[in-house]
């Protein structure tokens, strides 16, 4: 029989893209219940000034990026899903190694120890930004096939979103419980079972390009797409902000509904290539904020966190489609991991920011809210000025 057409996997939600999912769940849960708290735990312990703890989520997103420079050439040069697994084992280690900045007793830390913590946050967005690329960008794709594979992006990118709301909410619930060694050793455990569930999936040798050179924005950035990650980091960075000023469960679990609701409505064709999709997506996020800056009422943490969830799941789902539209075919892994950059950096940046105006540097939860709502309202009229250029969506299998 000749199977040079006949697909490997019938159906998406296979074995092994399943586990895949899982690792992508447990990895971001990991970084996202113990990186984003960082800040917070140093200065509400005392070990830093506000400025150094909030530098600690700058660092972590400078080593986000430097890390998709090296992406394409360690992908080609070694085993893709060995870089996973040293990445992941990298990862944990660097999270159960913040207890020694976490614990000093109440002593404040000094400029070596401040250097050996500004360099274990890059270190730390160095090996995340390798270990969330290779598996959401290869890996999920290389399990999947080509009709499939804009669902399978689809579906990476909306359990990192998950992850944003599940990793603090477990924060949350724990961080009364347990001391700091036992969290960041949760934190380690999960990021070491998503390199468990990882060698559980069996890899075929894929001979190496020629030519590829160390330093390269292959598989890294899309230069054509740089107008809508411009979009995607502004709204993230409010995200973040938002996030860091209303940090509790309550607020978390309205924003992951509405992030649920818009899974939802968007696997319906006629939702997902609407013409106005994006805008009523800004517009239920404009309304949101908004409604949250001028008003502390009981819906604060229900109904307001919840549409904003929506509008913002539907518009950056948008956004995603429009990063596909200035990629080609090959460019996949590339326009996955622009998205990750731009959603997780600015959201990272965000979160410091939020962070900055808790410790006084703003006006605390009021100065948040307008902040947002500004940020939102440039990404609102950038993302109308990059519909108005180019107009409507390749047809892609999703």
Known sequence: M??????????????????????????????????????????????????????TMGAFVAGIGISGFFGSWLIQRYRRNKVFLISTFCLSATILAMTTF???????????????????????????GHAKRVLSCTLLIDKTESCHRTEANYAAIWISRLAVTAGPIAYILIRQELQSTVYYAIGATMALVAAILVMMV????????????????????????????????????????????????????????GFVIAIILLRYKAVRTGKFTSAIGNVCILVAIAAMAMHNGMLDDTLKPMIMGLGYGMTCSEQFYKLL?????????????TYFMASDGGLFIGIAIGWAGEYGLGSQAAYGAHLALILFTVATLTCSANAIIKKGHKDYHA
């Open 102 to 128: 976490d614990v000093s007793a109440n002593k404040h830390i000094d400029t070596t120890q401040k250097t050996w913590l500004m360099a274990a946050c890059i270190w730390g967005g160095f090996v995340f």
């Open 2 to 55: 000749d199977n040079t057409c006949t697909p490997t996997y019938h159906r998406m939600w296979n074995r092994d893209f399943t586990l895949l999912i899982i690792a992508e769940l447990l990895l971001c849960v990991a970084c996202y219940m113990t990186i984003p708290f960082l800040p917070c735990r140093l200065y509400w312990n005392n070990y830093v000034d506000a400025e150094w703890a909030c530098l």
């Open 325 to 337: 539209d200035h990629s080609s075919h090959c460019q996949r892994s590339t326009v996955e991991s």
């Open 202 to 257: 069996k890899f075929p040798f894929r001979a190496p390009e020629e030519g590829t050179h160390v330093l390269s924005i292959d598989r890294f950035f899309l230069p054509q797409g740089w107008n809508v990650a411009i979009v995607i980091t502004l709204m993230s960075t409010a995200l973040g902000i938002v996030m860091a000023t209303h940090m509790s469960i309550e607020f978390l679990s309205a924003i992951a509904i």
